[in-house]
């Protein structure tokens, strides 16, 4: 094996590890020769970085988006490590990226009032995402920087002691 191809080796084992740490569903597997089907894939090239491919061109250009959210535009990949994605089983499991809010442990009723306004507080700070209710799901890009991402959850942490204070809890 070339240095090269062992040292592109190394991002996808990087990214698999990623992946288990973060309790996510699936392993993670080097995609030698993508087509149409692996798609959406992650792909890091030195050029790059890490990316995220989720459609082909007319013009057989791969197109996705770079882990800095610019748009990402590959003719090949021979210099380019891909990784193909897990697909999701359709079991249901305990989703990492979601908390549910909830008036008190026992009854378990949903607090959208809560869900609200953390959302209100966090966004104050400058975090947003899709509001679901009580629900606070996250869903970063794959991507994304761990301290980026560690920022992210302090203040959503930060937001939620804010609003369980002013509740009374």
Known sequence: ????????????????EAWRAADLEGTPTRLIDPKLPDLPFAVWSPITGWG???TRGAAGVWRGESATGGELSLAGFD??????????????RKAPGAIELVRDRESK???EEAGKLVYRRAFEKGLAWVPAGHILRMSPPI???????????????????RVEKEFGY
């Open 109 to 111: 009723e949903p607090f």
């Open 1 to 16: 094996m070339s240095a090269g191809r062992r040292e592109r080796a190394v991002h996808s084992d990087l990214f698999a």
């Open 143 to 161: 991507v994304m920087d761990v301290e980026i991402a560690a920022k992210g959850m302090d203040l959503i942490e930060d937001a939620i002691a």
């Open 79 to 92: 210099k380019a490590e891909c990784i193909a994605l897990p697909r999701r089983s359709g079991v249901a």
């Open 52 to 54: 995220l491919v989720q």
